[in-house]
T-cell receptor, first 115, second 113 residues
């Protein structure tokens, strides 16, 4: 029972490079999210998706793009990495928010360093 | 932006004692959910407990309970009989209908032997 799987676990990029973070869930969740975690700031929402083919901006979307081509996958892209994007990235999924007691299920995180 | 406040960046508690972690929130919604998550040093996010805004009773899950005071917009986490394994970051989060989750900055709990 995998739950939410993120790849890679660690990555080091040089400024200006691009990369894609992959997130897959096997719980048939409609909603998926990308958060970044920085010291003292909790988790901040980057983008989220309420279903296949739909995405929406969160609190800190600049510099990131996302795609949800399949229900089980949610991709986070950095087109031109900057040192300010050094962070730990978490993917999460949930049932629709109409099931209000449904918690977020998190992946184990990706630690990204941009030099 | 509607935010979550956790005023205690760090807390210490003696093993076997109870501890309360504070959480207050902004919202203009009538219906919402409140959640607490634990993040140990290994980094994963672990769901602990949920409270619905219309729930009349405070939520409990084993040693965890949620002291919900709707009028004060507070949702404090109470951990009874603390254990060394409870040492971690704890995050309070609020959910909006049809939208997403907002997290507080977290409280680092250290349990002393």
């Amino acid at each position: 029972n995998a739950g939410v799987t993120q790849t890679p676990k660690f990555r080091v990029l040089k400024t200006g490079q691009s990369m894609t973070l992959l997130c897959a869930q096997d719980m048939n969740h409609e909603y998926m999210y990308w958060y970044r975690q920085d010291p003292g700031m909790g988790l901040r929402l980057i983008h989220y998706s309420v279903g296949e083919g739909t995405t929406a901006k969160g609190e800190v979307p600049d510099g990131y793009n996302v795609s949800r081509l399949k229900k089980q996958n949610f991709l986070l892209g950095l087109e031109s990495a900057a040192p300010s994007q050094t962070s730990v990235y978490f993917c999460a999924s949930s049932f629709p928010r109409s099931r209000v007691n449904s918690p977020l299920h998190f992946g184990n995180g990706t630690r990204l360093t941009v030099t | 932006a509607q935010k979550i406040t956790q005023t205690q960046p760090g807390m210490f508690v003696q093993e076997k004692e109870a501890v309360t972690l504070d959480c207050t929130y902004d919202t203009s919604d009538q219906s919402y959910g409140l959640f607490w998550y634990k993040q140990p040093s290994s980094g994963e996010m672990i769901f602990l407990i949920y409270q619905g805004s219309y729930d009349e009773q405070n939520a409990t899950e084993g040693r965890y309970s949620l002291n919900f005071q709707k009028a004060r917009k507070s949702a404090n986490l109470v951990i009874s009989a603390s254990q060394l394994g409870d040492s971690a970051m704890y995050f309070c989060a609020r959910d909006n209908y049809g939208q997403n989750f907002v997290f507080g900055p977290g409280t680092r709990l250290s349990v002393l032997p």
